[in-house]
């Protein structure tokens, strides 16, 4: 692909004709990357000098604890001097992309590809119905023409007959929502996004949304009995959906494989005639005897039924809360599989993940602007970005095999060329999907480790999109201005870094496995482009020197006992380039990207309580689980908000509410700075301590204290349920002494 200082237009549709795309690199911008990295490595090389030498040559007699103090700043050292590296590769080559979708148009409808879109969702009490059927409702009404290519797909892996009964409802509405959408060119097309919106009222808007309230009503209301009571069946097709399959004995980890087709194509149409997408609501065959992938092996289900049903060449796979924001949004997609010259090794499209509701200052970080949209920019310069779990659009061949190697499925229908003839309700149609739906199908089979979304970790995301460009597969970061999906985003502390948790414990298992980014990765993509998937399999990794870094400096200073450079040697100035230069940088790149420097501090802090709390209970559990002591799960993260929580979440006030050893850790870490930092102020004001030895100890407690305000306010000054709990507060206090107690008898005769 061609590059030029200012702008490279490339790419053309399959019949040669208009630019679809194009690229622009920012040679500026390239420099002073490379030339900012070269100048931190000396700074790095500098520092391990410093370590070193005085580790070897220093006149101090260092005792066991003075030695284990040291090396563990020098471990600590080397862990961040190693995530450093990671981080920079993303800064070696990004490049900026732009889509022309209008050019589509230009290119016949009747050859646009099909498109199959996977909606996953598990729980219908944590991920609300309604929220699902908004998102499912979102991209049926996606400018697709003709609509009969496009086919919704919605897996329920928790088998209930809630979210059935929700998309029965979303089903009867969409034949009014689609054409209304259609006709009034509606941008926003999620019905409750578009009518929270400041949209222009009259008599047909009014009536739609008189709709929508008795549809929403009807949802909430089975919602809450928690059971489709008969006077909400209007039908016969509607009883029989419900008395067949929820009957005694079914649970959501033990039942058969459920196939509905809701609406199909070619056959319903909306009020004014025009045609429907497919929708079609599974729930695959699960049993507590034979391993089910959780969300990977949902995905794979996916892949086969729709796969014998449509084979859509083209596939999208979202959350159960990612909405669209863009009716466009496959056109900008197409703008690249439409191109020939990439066609060949172009695996998936990823969109950014962006979320609506954020408060002000984004508290919890929940942008994670460097997963989301940072660094795939700067990956999308090498190989192109990591698949992130939802608004990627993938190429099914994508899935069987590398570019240039077919992994042959097990049947000629799973095919990713195989063309479906017969109607999606047909009994050979419905009988094959319920087979490869099955709980055994993929037994003594290839699905998971060379076929499909790949399973062996919990970040199926993550692993499958490092494995498909491992194999040769490439992709690209598709970045438009208007946001083309939008999130929910948790709006507690404890669902923030749970989620962390178990992202942690996934990207470890990736980390330490014979797939390592740092081996094979390496070999298989080369040295930068691996590490860049190294940033993320290592993640956890940060607990070490977060940890450290937040108590050792803090316990030595109350000691009175120095581990850093004097402010007088010409060291500390070291230390002050490297502080000022990751941190500068790290700010720079995030305000450079639409951030503000509140929302950077948020990130940074949110950094840190990651560090105490996810990574370090992830780390954890992944140790604990590969010694056999500790059973994981996957947990899915709750979508419901509470009213209250809401409420202090907007006015950027930290939710804790619950007792967790994770909130331990934080509380603890924050007394102990706090301790550190008003004692080392009271001893300098009465002429005990000097500043020239302990500056650096001093500086980092009340940095700590300063990112630690939040935790103090939920711990003393604040009496709602959100608070910082009490057991966790007094537990904290105890094991804070307990350090200090046991620091100040190991080092009293340093």
């Known amino acids: ?37 070269l100048i931190y490595l000396f700074a790095i090389l500098a520092l391990f000098y410093y370590h070193i030498h005085k580790l070897l040559y220093s006149s101090t007699n260092y005792s066991f604890i003075t030695f284990f103090i040291y090396i563990s700043i020098i471990i600590s050292d080397l862990i961040l001097a190693f995530m450093w590296s990671t981080t920079q590769s993303f800064r070696m080559r990004p490049i900026t992309r732009k889509q022309l979708p209008e050019k589509i148009k230009k290119y016949s409808n009747n050859n646009l590809p099909a498109l199959d879109i996977f909606i996953c969702t598990a729980d219908p009490y944590k991920e609300p119905p309604l929220n699902v059927v908004n998102t499912a409702l979102s991209v049926m009404a996606y400018d697709y023409y003709p609509i009969e290519k496009l086919s919704v797909y919605v897996s329920d892996d928790g088998g209930s007959e809630l979210t059935l009964f929700a998309f029965m409802e979303a089903a009867k509405f ?27 009222k009259n008599s047909e808007i009014e009536k739609i949304k008189l709709m929508y309230e008795s549809m929403k009503t009807r949802i909430e209301n089975v919602i809450e009995r928690g059971k489709v009571d008969e006077d909400y069946i209007n039908n016969d097709e509607e009883l029989q959906a419900f008395t067949k399959f929820w009957t005694a004995g ?30 079609i609501y599974l729930s695959r065959e699960k049993n507590k005897s034979s391993p089910h992938h959780f969300k990977a092996g949902a995905l794979n289900a996916l892949l086969r039924v729709s796969g014998i049903m449509t084979n859509a060449p083209i596939i999208l796979t979202l959350d159960c809360d990612m909405y669209s924001n863009d009716p466009s949004t496959p056109q900008r997609a197409l703008c ?38 940072t660094n795939p920019v700067g990956m999308d310069g090498l190989r192109g970005p990591n ?42 149609i419905s009988q094959q999907a319920h087979y490869v739906a099955s709980r055994n199908y993929e037994d003594e089979s290839t699905w998971g480790s060379k076929m499909g979304f790949r399973y062996g970790s919990l970040v199926e995301d993550y692993y499958t999109g490092y494995r498909l460009q491992c194999e040769g597969w490439k992709s690209i970061f598709c970045y438009p201005k208007r946001p083309a999906f939008l999130g929910d985003i948790p709006i507690s502390l404890y669902e923030v870094v749970s989620q962390n948790k178990r992202w942690s414990v996934g990207l470890l298992e990736v980390a330490f496995s014979k797939y390592s980014p740092l081996t094979f990765g390496v070999r298989s993509m080369g040295f930068v482009m691996a590490h860049c998937y190294a940033h993320y399999a290592f993640w956890p990794i940060w607990s070490i020197p977060i940890t450290l870094y937040a108590f050792i400096p803090q316990l030595t200073l109350l000691n009175g006992v120095t581990i850093f450079p004097k402010v007088s040697d010409p060291w500390f100035f070291l230390y002050v380039f490297m502080f000022l230069g990751a941190y500068g940088q790290d700010c720079l790149v995030f305000t450079s990207y639409q951030g503000t420097f509140r929302r950077w501090w948020s990130d940074q802090r949110m950094w840190m309580i990651r560090g105490l709390s996810s990574y370090l209970f992830g780390t954890i559990e992944y140790l604990t689980k590969h010694l056999g002591i500790s059973t994981q799960g996957f947990n899915v993260t709750s979508k419901v908000v509470d009213d209250d929580q809401g409420k202090r979440y907007h006015q950027g006030v930290f939710e804790f509410g619950v007792v967790s050893p994770m909130f331990v850790t934080l509380a603890t870490t924050s007394i102990i700075n706090l301790v550190a930092f008003l004692t080392s102020i009271a001893q300098i004001f009465k002429g005990d301590q000097s500043l020239d030895g302990l500056f650096i100890q001093f500086f ?39 350090l200090y107690m046991a620091f100040a008898f190991l080092l009293r005769n340093v």
């Not at 702008?7 to 911008?29: C, F, M, N, R, Y």
């Not at 969109?351 to 997963?371: C, M, T, W």
């Open 1 to 37: 692909m061609e590059t030029t200082a200012t702008t490279a237009s490339t790419g053309t549709t399959a019949d040669g004709g208009a630019t679809l795309h194009s690229v622009e690199v920012k040679p500026l911008q390239l420099i002073l990357n490379r030339a900012f990295a």
């Open 174 to 200: 969409a034949v009014y929502w689609l054409p209304f959408c259609r006709v009034n060119n509606i941008i926003e097309r999620c019905p409750d996004a578009y009518f929270s919106s400041s949209y222009s």
């Open 387 to 428: 698949y992130v779990g939802t608004g990627c659009f993938f190429r099914r061949r994508a899935f069987f095999g590398s570019p240039s190697s077919f992994e042959q499925p097990e049947i000629p229908e799973l095919f990713p060329d195989h063309v479906v003839n017969k109607p999606i309700q047909a009994h050979e």
């Open 336 to 373: 690249y599989f439409l191109d020939q010259t990439l066609w060949p090794e172009l695996a998936y499209v990823q969109f950014p993940q962006r979320f609506h509701g954020l408060n002000e200052v984004d508290i919890y970080a929940s942008e994670i602007k460097g997963l989301f949209h």
């Open 250 to 279: 079914f649970t959501r980890h033990n039942h058969p494989s459920i196939i509905q087709v809701l609406l199909e194509s070619g056959k319903d149409k909306d009020i004014t005639g025009h045609g429907m997408p497919n929708l």
């Open 700 to 738: 980092i407690a009340g940095f700590v204290v300063i990112n630690c305000l939040p935790i103090y306010e939920g711990m003393i000054l604040r009496s709602d349920k959100g608070k910082m709990p009490t057991k966790v507060t007094v537990f904290s206090t105890f094991l804070a002494s307990i």
